[in-house]
């Protein structure tokens, strides 16, 4: 039965390519109004996820199902309620961003035009410019305001700012977050930065190994430093969770996911002079969390979860 509770949820979903599973079993749901991050290296098959999620390719096995329908076979009117922005953005280069909205807006029975000067005015993008004479965050920003205009339930983005400096990128979605998020919207996008994101996903390979809050996330993998510490009382090596260790002169890093008491406790008996917990900010938790593929434990819910 499908939940309307969530506005994405998948059962199963499985995807091959030739003999290689790039979608192994997802089962993901993305509570109603969140804004979730869909994260994962490069190849671990978000993208692949994303177009089965908006019908745009067809699963192996397993379901998809997007606003209470299955995406194989969402109706016209569903659809209506659904952005997706993607890599590219195929805009019409010869046109100016005053003719590209008044094309695109002829395509919809409904459109918020106040909402799309909002987000014009607050990227200062000049109506008259022509579209191949912006830059690659502008034509960026000029897609987001023509999909959200069309004042969509489900905004899902999949790395859109790919390519874009850091500064560019992460200004673009916080203010995609400022704007829709107000409305209560629900957002699925595939980049790590953001801070305002409520729930992550991280594919692994195919497979979903962390689905939680991102304070849980970020709380759970942590770097560990131990300063002065005895290497023959050390008992790191084989501990749950460890997905890196490193000596740097008389300190000894580690990053753990699912950080707890147990670690705690393999910490004291390696009889440093001090130890350091140090929490991450979510690009750095996932970028140790990746590193570590299958060595890092799964996280879900509130915590970590046995395969």
């Known amino acids: 039965m499908i939940d309307m509770n969530y506005a994405l949820q998948t059962t199963g979903l499985t995807k091959y390519f030739g003999e290689q599973c790039v979608v ?167 980049s790590h930065i953001l801070s305002e994101v409520e729930r992550v996903g991280i594919l692994v390979d195919g497979v979903l190994r962390v689905d939680c809050p991102t304070d849980h996330f970020k709380q759970s993998v942590r770097k560990v430093v131990l300063t002065g510490a005895d290497p023959a009382k050390s008992q790191f090596a084989e501990c749950p969770g460890l997905v890196s260790r490193r000596v740097v002169g008389e300190q000894l890093e580690l990053v753990i996911a699912g950080y707890g008491e147990s670690h705690q406790k393999l910490a004291e008996a390696a009889a440093p002079r001090s130890i350091d917990v140090l929490e991450l900010n979510l690009e750095d938790a996932f970028i140790e969390y990746t590193r570590g593929q299958r060595r890092s434990i799964p996280l879900f819910g509130e915590g970590p979860r046995n395969e």
Request: aromatic letters at 8%.
């Open 24 to 190: 192994d079993t997802l089962n993901l749901k993305v509570p109603t109004g969140s804004v979730y991050g869909f994260l994962g290296r490069n190849g671990a098959g978000k993208s692949t996820t994303i177009k089965m999620l908006t019908g745009l390719l067809h699963p192996d096995r397993g379901s998809a199902h997007v606003l209470g329908e299955d995406a194989e076979s969402i109706s016209p009117q569903t659809r209506a309620r659904i952005a997706y922005i993607a890599e590219g953005h195929p805009l019409y280069g010869y046109m100016t961003v005053a003719q590209m909205t008044a094309f695109t807006r002829s395509f919809y029975a409904t459109w918020n035009q106040d909402l799309l000067e909002q987000i014009l005015d607050h990227f200062e993008l000049p109506q008259k410019a022509r579209i191949r004479r912006l830059s690659n965050g502008q034509r960026a920003q000029v897609s987001l305001a023509l999909a959200v205009a069309t004042d969509p339930e489900l905004l899902i983005l999949d790395d859109p700012t790919l390519g874009l400096d850091t500064v560019v990128r992460r200004d673009f979605l916080e203010s995609l977050i400022q704007i829709i998020q107000r409305k209560g919207r629900t957002i699925f996008f595939s």
